[in-house]
């Protein structure tokens, strides 16, 4: 029904910069809060940022003040601006996002994850 395309995840060196990038697609009537997971090895999934479809974004505390997460409602996609790459931020990140349909039935949706590696 929906699918979700994650991008931007690649190696980095301490200190740097990435966007990830989640666009969605398919059928929904309209996407409520969009989010940010990552999983990094031999740790439980997370939630990094959150942004709804109405109201302030949230943050996890290791990743306040150097990521901002942000949506373009006009090409149905939620971003991830992260600075200061730190090596513990090494994860594969998923894109969730929450659409409704027009009986208001809600839906959960994954991204397949893309990799972010920070390393020197």
């Known amino acids: 029904q929906v699918q979700l395309l994650e991008s931007g995840g690649g190696l980095v060196q301490p200190g740097g910069s990435l966007t990830l990038s989640c666009a969605a697609s398919g059928y929904f009537f309209r996407l409520m809060a969009m989010e940010w997971y990552r999983q990094a090895p031999g740790k439980q999934r997370e939630l990094v940022a959150s942004?709804?479809?109405?109201?302030?974004?949230n943050y996890a505390d290791s990743v306040k003040d150097r990521f901002t997460i942000l949506r373009d409602n006009t090409k149905n996609t939620v971003y991830l601006q992260m600075n200061s790459l730190k090596p513990e931020d090494t994860a594969v990140y998923y894109c969730?996002?929450?659409?409704?349909?027009?009986?208001?039935?809600?839906?959960?949706?994954w991204g397949q994850g893309t990799q972010v590696t920070v390393s020197s």
């Open positions: 942004i709804p479809s109405g109201g302030t974004s």
């Open positions: 969730h996002v929450n659409t409704r349909d027009i009986r208001g039935a809600w839906y959960d949706h």
